[in-house]
């Protein structure tokens, strides 16, 4: 995480010495969902859904391309009761997790300036690399319990083959699409979708099988481990090995939402000819 904070400082240093017109300010916020072993469905369940909001500084590199650090908070959710399956439904497990993510992006505008002169609407595409902090979190007994650190798959059994913890901070590659129309010189409207690649399955801490119900009793909050891996609704425990959840594929998550660009700089100068012709080889906002 110290490294994607380090490349956040490094673009607004990079953004101020350099041709202020380029620079920009967003901030806007929308709907985010997760896709996992609680989530079965393509077009996720409206119960899923959930805010988000993010603030970030964008720097026009040329009259295509963008690159801009962003910061995103929000919150993640699942719900075997809301699957298609079954046997997901009857697993009876949930989760929520509050999501921080600090990300470097960069943009390809598909329709580049037409004549010199810049459109009003443009749609654009990007990629990234970010970092991002989570912390999976279920409800038991009328208290919220923090699961990573409960260790449901016997990520605390001293003996036997189990999975270790689960890293908090994971590394995430978001990727979407996205259309910027054109209010005013300074200001812009971003529309975007955009998916996160993850690197992890435990995002809802659901991931691999079943750990033996004493030796998981045994382990440092067992009794809670306990409680917390199986919800089955006949009150019954599977054996060891059973399939709890699936390991093929990571967990990941989209979001849909709306930015307002600002461009503070743009158009504040009223200096002679020679400073406009100047702006004019800039790949500036227009």
């Not at 964008?58 to 919150?75: C, I, Q």
């Not at 270790?164 to 990727?175: D, G, H, N």
Request: a positive charge; glycine letters at 10%.
């Amino acid at each position: 995480m110290r490294r994607f904070i380090l490349l956040f400082i490094l673009i607004v240093t990079s953004a101020f010495n350099s041709y202020s017109q380029n620079f920009g300010i967003m901030v806007g916020g929308g709907a985010t969902w997760y896709y996992g072993d609680m989530n079965d469905r393509v077009i996720t369940h409206e119960k899923l859904i959930r805010p988000y909001v993010n603030a970030g500084l964008l720097y026009r590199l040329s009259n295509r391309f963008d690159v801009w650090a962003s910061f995103m908070h929000g919150e993640l959710a699942g719900d075997d009761s809301l699957a298609i399956k079954y046997a997901i439904r009857n697993r009876n497990l949930s989760f929520n997790s509050s999501i921080d993510e600090l990300s470097l992006n960069i943009g390809y505008r598909i329709l580049g300036d037409r004549k010199g002169k810049a459109r009003r609407v443009v749609p654009y595409i990007f990629v990234g690399i970010g970092g991002y902090h989570f912390k999976p979190k279920a409800e038991i007994g009328g208290s919220t319990v923090d699961l990573q650190s409960v260790g449901t798959e016997g990520q605390y059994i001293e003996e036997g083959d189990y999975p270790a913890p689960y890293e908090l901070y994971q590394l995430s590659v978001p990727a979407g699409l996205g259309v910027e129309f054109a209010l005013s010189k300074a200001w812009k409207l971003r529309l975007e979708a955009g998916y996160h690649f993850l690197f992890t399955d435990y995002l809802d801490d659901v991931s691999g099988d079943y750990a033996d119900s004493a030796s998981l009793a045994a382990s440092p909050n067992g009794t809670v481990a306990v409680l917390l891996a199986s919800q089955i609704k006949d009150a019954s425990y599977p054996s060891e090995g059973t399939k709890r959840g699936s390991s093929k594929v990571y967990d990941s998550f989209a979001k849909v939402g709306l930015s307002v660009l600002w461009t503070p700089f743009k158009g504040g100068s009223n200096s002679g000819q020679k400073k406009k012709k100047k702006k004019s080889h800039c790949p500036a906002y227009h």
